[in-house]
């Protein structure tokens, strides 16, 4: 069996190319040291192993149906959570009095991609479950983070989001669920959501839905939404689960990927009245609720990483098990057949899924970072800090989404028929990762939120950083012979992508919203292309130091790294010129097309 992930890789990341290390001489992480981390990341690879992975493909077949009234899973799905609970994973990252760790976010990253390779599907309960809970550390009230959040941290409650309607989609200023003030200051919640993951399970005793309502008589548009609590069952006073709520199960929608995680159909107020409550102040629903979405997003692409890994570990081992053909030249029709792995198209299918694989690791690895930067890094950096994540959060998202369907496509490619079958797990780490480019938001919406607001927000002050930043790593490599050619294919890109921004951004006054955000999704590639292309020059800046001193399997190690990179430099870069172009444009091509002419 090939290993979910790349135990080595990970650690490279995290101390080699991020210093994660280092983190301890910040006072939240002061008790900490590599070595706490390194015991954090083996606990977790071994409940993931032993949890997770050992009924990833059951879960799949075997999706989740609903029994005399209740939505039933495989049972090792319960206690895969139970394992994680035990862990300590739920609160590891919040402070000690919540009894937490403070473990660093990018180390509880590194965590859950463990899950996520190990299977998607029963980490989803965790994932939403945490989300939840850090929105409500941020904005609900002391007594309701001690009735709600509380249980959520301690693993013995799961949480959603619930934003979507069956009407409205993403369209989140269309929604019509109502929220009716009651005398003793709650709601009474009357509407239905549509695609809520982990919205019913027996796998905790209650469920807290985050649900996003309008109040009676609230203005129309998202200035009208607010975010309620709102518990599958009552809670009491002093925290106990108590009575229905009347949070009804309407279907289950079956998917072709994903299967594990329950997706629902919800109707609030059916049979009885719904109660919930509401998080901060009226009319602030979408603004608390992107504080979940935004960190979700990096997830979801975090999550796409970690299928595409899981994928190329299984195309690798049988690259290298399984014997067919002859490199050509060989004559000799009795010489033994030669692993593929020596055939020049399987090696460029493998490079194309490392590329992808420890490209955007890099990145998610990266975003997260500076989600500890901007809680605890230095306070005159945080606002800079701030602008820099919110620009690379679309990208986080989306270019690994897209990405990794390439990357297993190309390890189905690598195993050929095996590939396509349900013995090798690929065909439905494919399926599974097809989910992620419409989770969070489909790419248009990224789009649209890259160009129309997060490349001007602040004065293009995110731009500026990243072209910073960039520069910065250029000039540290300048005289590194090892990454000349990757450094050249970099500066170029950046080049291109920044004149194309710039050309078509100083233009906005004049174009209509529509002509502006046209090609908003090749800004989206194009940016995503080069920042991952920064992450490889990142990358092989280090391996080719590390190299100098390097023995035994480090040696290839770091040479993979360097190879990748130039990979990477020649085989993806020199897209930008296109994209760029494109986007300079202005192209109508989309935006003329009319609805009679398809």
Not at 182 to 192: C, F, H, L, Q, V
Not at 515 to 525: Q, T, Y
Request: hydrophobic content about 40%; some cysteine.
């Amino acid at each position: 069996m090939a290993p979910f992930l790349d135990r080595r890789d990970l650690r490279f990341q995290l101390f080699e190319v991020l210093d994660t290390a280092r983190l301890p001489q910040r006072p939240r992480f002061a008790e900490q040291s590599r070595e706490t981390y390194d015991d954090v990341l083996n606990v977790a690879y071994t409940v993931a192993e032993r949890y997770f992975a050992n009924h990833a493909r059951a879960a799949d077949l075997h999706e989740p149906q609903v029994v005399d009234g209740r939505v039933v899973l495989v049972p090792e799905a319960a206690a895969a959570l139970r394992a994680f609970r035990e862990a300590g994973f739920y609160a590891a990252h919040h402070d000690e009095a919540l009894g937490g760790v403070q473990l660093p976010w990018v180390v509880m990253q590194a965590v859950m991609a463990h899950f996520q390779a190990a299977n998607i599907g029963t980490a989803g309960y965790a994932f939403l479950t945490i989300g939840n809970a850090n929105l409500q550390r941020v904005f609900a009230s002391p007594e309701q983070q001690r009735r709600y959040m509380l249980p959520l941290i301690e693993g013995r409650w799961t949480g959603t989001m619930a934003l979507s309607e069956p009407q409205a989609g993403s369209g989140l200023a269309d929604i019509t669920t109502s929220a009716t003030p009651r005398p003793d200051g709650t709601y009474a919640i009357r509407g239905s959501k549509m695609w809520i993951s982990g919205g019913e399970h027996e796998l905790a005793e209650n469920i807290v839905h985050l649900v996003l309502a309008r109040i009676q008589g609230g203005p129309a548009g998202v200035r009208g939404i607010s975010l309620f609590l709102v518990p599958r069952y009552r809670v009491t006073p002093d925290g106990a689960v108590g009575e229905d709520n009347h949070v009804v199960l309407a279907g289950l929608n079956h998917k072709m990927g994903y299967r594990g995680t329950t997706n629902t159909l919800l109707n609030f107020g059916e049979g009885g009245e719904t109660i919930g409550e509401l998080v901060g102040e009226p009319g602030q629903g979408l603004s608390q609720m992107f504080h979940m979405m935004n960190e979700a997003r990096i997830g979801v692409g975090l999550g796409a990483v970690m299928l595409a890994q899981a994928g190329y570990q299984v195309s690798l081992a049988y690259a290298r098990d399984r014997h067919q053909g002859r490199v050509p030249g060989t004559r000799d029709p009795q010489s033994p057949p030669v692993p593929i792995i020596r055939h020049a198209d399987v090696r460029r299918l493998l490079l194309g899924q490392k590329a992808v694989v420890e490209g955007g690791l890099a990145l998610c690895l990266y975003a997260s970072a500076l989600v500890d930067d901007v809680q605890t890094g230095p306070p005159e950096e945080r606002t800079d800090t701030a602008l820099l994540l919110d620009l690379l959060t679309p990208l986080v998202k989306s270019w690994p989404s897209r990405h990794a369907q390439d990357a297993l496509s190309d390890a189905i490619q690598v195993m050929g028929g095996a590939g396509y079958t349900r013995d090798y797990p690929v065909e439905m780490y494919y399926r599974d990762n097809r989910l992620n480019p419409i989770h969070e938001g489909t790419e248009g919406i990224q789009g649209n939120d890259l160009l129309g607001r997060k490349l001007t927000q602040a004065n293009g002050r995110g731009l500026a950083l990243l072209a910073a930043r960039m520069h910065a790593d250029l000039d540290a490599t300048s005289g590194v012979e090892a990454v000349r050619e990757v450094r050249s294919a970099v500066a170029l890109a950046q080049t291109q992508t920044h004149t194309a921004l710039e050309t078509l951004l100083g233009q906005a006054g004049t174009l209509d919203p529509e002509a502006l955000l046209a090609n908003a999704n090749a800004a989206l590639e194009l940016l995503g292309t080069v920042v991952v292309g920064w992450m490889w020059l990142r990358q092989a800046s280090v391996a080719a130091r590390a190299l100098e001193a390097a023995r035994g399997d480090d040696v290839a190690f770091y040479r993979g790294k360097l190879q990748t990179a130039r990979y990477y430099a020649a085989h993806e870069l020199p897209k930008v010129r296109a994209l760029a172009d494109l986007l300079a444009s202005v192209d109508r091509s989309t935006l003329d097309m009319q609805d009679g002419w398809f």
